[in-house]
């Protein structure tokens, strides 16, 4: 069945980093596009960051450009998420989620567990 684990959250002070992994298994992974959301306190869940199956295009919400980056290793079934100055806004509990095909307008159909990043100081 597909699994897919996050790892690497944790409490960083404003302006630190955090880099974010999510182990797939359970299908090929290099033949879908895979996407983190996130979601705050009080808040819906909402899309952070997505990557197309090869990994040849990415897409960010504007409140992460610059700071945030998505990246896959095909080889080795993890999808990352590299967050540089970071902020107290960017504190939530963040998904990795499977799309349903190769690009990332196709609907997520599975989800991991999540993780905590919380950014204060």
């Known amino acids: 069945q597909v699994q897919l684990v996050e790892s690497g959250g944790g409490l960083v002070q404003p302006g630190g980093s955090l880099r974010l992994s999510c182990a797939a298994s359970?299908?090929?992974?290099?033949?879908?596009?895979m996407s983190w959301y996130r979601q705050a306190p009080g808040k819906e869940r909402a899309l952070v960051a997505a990557?197309?199956?090869?990994?040849?295009?990415?897409k960010y919400v504007d409140s992460v450009k610059g700071r945030f980056t998505i990246s896959r290793d095909n080889a080795k079934n993890v999808m990352y998420l590299q967050m540089n100055s970071l902020k107290p806004e960017d504190t939530a509990v963040y998904y990795c989620?499977?799309?349903?095909?190769?690009?990332?307008?196709?609907?997520?159909?599975?989800w991991g567990q999540g993780t905590q990043v919380t950014v204060s100081s």
């Open positions: 359970g299908f090929t992974f290099k033949n879908y596009a």
């Open positions: 990557i197309t199956s090869s990994g040849s295009s990415t």
């Open positions: 989620t499977k799309r349903g095909g190769l690009t990332y307008y196709q609907p997520v159909d599975y």
